[in-house]
Antibody, heavy 121, light 107 residues
Framework: QVTLKESGPALVKPTQTLTLTCTFSGFSLSTSGMRVAWIRQPPGKALEWLARIDRDDAKFYSTSLRTRLTISKDTFKNLVVLTMTKVDPVDTATYYC?????????????WGQGTTVTVSS | DIQMTQSPSSLSASVGDRVTITCRASQSISIYLSWYQQKPGKAPKLLIFDASSLQSGVPSRFSGSGSGTDFTLTISSLQPEDSATFYC?????????FGQGTKVEIK
């Protein structure tokens, strides 16, 4: 069974760095073609794709957030980490990680439950 | 970035109705298009991948079509449990992008 779970602080202050961890099971990032993405959703708003990391450690970022985001992986520990620097109240959102299996042309087939982050002083 | 535009933004339909949601890409994305369903307080769920392939376990009343820039999600006979927001997403070019969502309500 494939599962993903996001974890991180529920509350961060403006200008701080946010670190989120996606811990997964049931698949491996060492599998050819496997990828993991981060997506967020501000309250009452649409989904926003943030970043992706591939098996070969290729990394891709949202255009508007690329200077503030870093994605990394630990294949042996089955986790993917997303850091966001200089957070602002507009970064308040539910953050999801999702698996992108090989061969699906980019469809995110299994998602975590999400973790809610509030940016406030 | 490729912009994804969904229409309508919301709709209200009766149980048993045929419902169609459209998604337009700002440039050709071949069939690199997925559809997701999201219910309040829940994570999105994959319905359709590769524009028209039904994800395992998804009811056959859901179908997708299209290629290039114009895509459609159809619910052939709307059921009460289909009340949700639906999103399209392109994976042709990074950064990947989502549509703004279509909220489907049951009359």
């Amino acid at each position: 069974q494939v599962t993903l779970k996001e974890s991180g602080p529920a509350l961060v202050k403006p200008t701080q760095t946010l670190t989120l961890t996606c811990t997964f099971s049931g698949f491996s990032l060492s599998t050819s073609g496997m990828r993991v993405a981060w997506i967020r959703q501000p309250p009452g708003k649409a989904l926003e794709w943030l970043a992706r990391i591939d098996r070969d450690d290729a990394k891709f970022y949202s255009t508007s957030l690329r200077t503030r985001l870093t994605i990394s992986k630990d294949t042996f520990k089955n986790l993917v980490v997303l850091t966001m620097t200089k957070v602002d109240p507009v970064d308040t959102a539910t953050y999801y990680c999702a698996r992108i299996p090989p061969g699906g042309n980019g469809a995110m087939d299994v998602w975590g439950q999400g973790t809610t982050v509030t940016v406030s002083s | 970035d490729i912009q994804m535009t969904q229409s309508p933004s919301s709709l209200s339909a009766s149980v048993g109705d045929r419902v169609t949601i459209t998604c337009r890409a700002s440039q050709s994305i071949s069939i690199y298009l997925s559809w997701y369903q999201q219910k309040p307080g829940k994570a999105p769920k994959l319905l359709i991948f590769d524009a028209s392939s039904l994800q395992s376990g998804v009811p056959s009343r859901f179908s997708g079509s299209g290629s290039g820039t114009d895509f459609t999600l159809t619910i052939s006979s709307l059921q009460p449990e289909d009340s949700a927001t639906f999103y399209c997403q392109q994976s042709h070019t990074t950064p990947w992008t989502f549509g703004q969502g279509t909220k489907v309500e049951i009359k």
